[in-house]
């Protein structure tokens, strides 16, 4: 045979072993990379707390009767003012001023859920010193319709009275998932409650966070010239920064990071409360929670605020999701990592 041609043919053969090599070693230089990659960012000294966070509360703090029959709750567990001044003190303690009780969803006829008037007079007792803002909404199609004005109507007709029954309320949060993108009735039913709302109450928004290569779900997320308009119309915005189904978590502090600094410079002047998260729910396919939690949500946050010489001023702090899922363990982290050990 000739040599040439072996030499060919034993080349031949050591090929698939080199290219089997190579193949090998391309995903360990990507594990290599990952492992090297550092897209969070630890502050310890608290330059980031303004301590003017807010927080998501269950509904049993505000909700009237017919929740606690509904869901089988124990009403001593709210309805005592041992346990609202806990409450109180543990969010203090730890730089919430803004509060979020769950008083959804509404009717579909449009009517928010009712609260029990004696109980949010005893809340607001003890949360003199926080803006009480209830959060209001539900389920788009569901028990929300803006694109019908009498449902707008009766939406704001009762944010209207509940405002009045209880003026110590410092106004209220519209959350409407999904909202999609764009939406121009909900540009609408936000005009409509900002005129009826009486001056100095605070209309909050449950925003969306900007799209993202990282989740294709045009339902979770509002373009910019959207997020703008929404913004313009709000006193505050609480952009809801999770359930993006990332499995990673370097790549879910990435993702912070990048919408720290957009959702701050998309909003103008209007408040921003950074929501992070901390709860646990499993298998739902949107949400890890070894993925999006606390740890995470900070590292991102800190490494998003970092690129501006002074923070901006239109950012408040963070937004907790959510009370009843925090754990002592939890505080302690977020007094460690965020807050500066105050």
């Given at each position: 045979?000739n040599p040439q041609r072996m030499n060919i043919n034993q080349h031949k053969k050591r090929l698939p072993w080199r290219t089997i090599l190579l193949l090998?070693?391309?995903?360990?230089?990507?594990?290599?990379m990952y492992l090297v990659w550092s897209p969070g960012k630890r502050v310890l000294d608290g330059r980031n707390d303004l301590r003017t966070n807010g927080i998501w509360l269950q509904h049993g703090w505000l909700g009237d009767d017919s929740w606690f029959r509904r869901y089988g709750k124990?009403?001593?567990?709210?309805?005592?003012?041992?346990?609202?001044?806990?409450?109180?003190?543990?969010?203090?303690?730890?730089?919430?001023?803004?509060?979020?009780?769950?008083?959804?969803?509404?009717?579909?006829?449009?009517?928010?859920?009712?609260?029990?008037?004696?109980?949010?007079?005893?809340?607001?007792?003890?949360?003199?010193?926080?803006?009480?803002?209830?959060?209001?909404?539900?389920?788009?199609?569901?028990?929300?319709?803006?694109?019908?004005?009498?449902?707008?109507?009766?939406?704001?007709?009762?944010?209207?009275?509940?405002?009045?029954?209880?003026?110590?309320?410092?106004?209220?949060?519209?959350?409407?998932?999904?909202?999609?993108?764009?939406?121009?009735?909900?540009?609408?039913?936000?005009?409509?409650?900002?005129?009826?709302?009486?001056?100095?109450?605070?209309?909050?928004?449950?925003?969306?966070?900007?799209?993202?290569?990282?989740?294709?779900?045009?339902?979770?997320?509002?373009?910019?010239?959207?997020?703008?308009?929404?913004?313009?119309?709000?006193?505050?915005?609480?952009?809801?920064?999770?359930?993006?189904?990332?499995?990673?978590?370097?790549?879910?502090?990435?993702?912070?990071?990048?919408?720290?600094?957009?959702?701050?410079?998309?909003?103008?002047?209007?408040?921003?409360?950074?929501?992070?998260?901390?709860?646990?729910?499993?298998?739902?396919?949107?949400?890890?929670?070894?993925?999006?939690?606390?740890?995470?949500?900070?590292?991102?946050?800190?490494?998003?605020?970092?690129?501006?010489?002074?923070?901006?001023?239109?950012?408040?702090?963070?937004?907790?999701?959510?009370?009843?899922?925090?754990?002592?363990?939890?505080?302690?982290?977020?007094?460690?990592?965020?807050?500066?050990?105050?």
């Amino acid at each position: 045979m000739n040599p040439q041609r072996m030499n060919i043919n034993q080349h031949k053969k050591r090929l698939p072993w080199r290219t089997i090599l190579l193949l090998c070693a391309i995903p360990g230089i990507f594990c290599l990379m990952y492992l090297v990659w550092s897209p969070g960012k630890r502050v310890l000294d608290g330059r980031n707390d303004l301590r003017t966070n807010g927080i998501w509360l269950q509904h049993g703090w505000l909700g009237d009767d017919s929740w606690f029959r509904r869901y089988g709750k124990d009403k001593s567990l709210f309805r005592n003012d041992q346990k609202i001044q806990a409450l109180a003190g543990l969010l203090r303690s730890h730089g919430v001023k803004y509060v979020f009780p769950h008083v959804c969803p509404a009717s579909p006829n449009g009517e928010i859920a009712p609260v029990d008037p004696v109980q949010t007079e005893r809340f607001l007792d003890h949360f003199g010193d926080f803006a009480v803002i209830p959060w209001i909404g539900g389920v788009f199609g569901v028990h929300c319709s803006p694109e019908s004005p009498q449902w707008r109507t009766n939406f704001v007709a009762s944010v209207v009275d509940l405002l009045q029954r209880h003026p110590r309320l410092a106004g209220v949060q519209v959350n409407i998932e999904p909202m999609p993108n764009g939406n121009p009735d909900f540009l609408t039913l936000l005009d409509e409650l900002r005129q009826a709302m009486s001056p100095g109450k605070i209309l909050s928004v449950a925003a969306y966070p900007p799209p993202t290569r990282w989740h294709p779900f045009p339902e979770g997320h509002w373009e910019e010239s959207y997020f703008r308009k929404v913004a313009q119309r709000a006193d505050q915005l609480a952009p809801m920064m999770y359930d993006t189904a990332i499995m990673l978590p370097k790549l879910y502090q990435h993702l912070m990071s990048g919408w720290t600094s957009e959702i701050l410079n998309w909003s103008g002047n209007t408040q921003v409360l950074l929501g992070i998260p901390v709860y646990d729910d499993f298998g739902v396919g949107y949400h890890f929670p070894h993925v999006e939690n606390l740890q995470n949500a900070l590292l991102g946050i800190h490494a998003g605020l970092s690129k501006y010489e002074t923070l901006p001023k239109n950012y408040a702090g963070v937004a907790i999701y959510c009370e009843w899922e925090m754990d002592p363990q939890e505080w302690n982290y977020f007094k460690k990592e965020f807050a500066g050990n105050t």
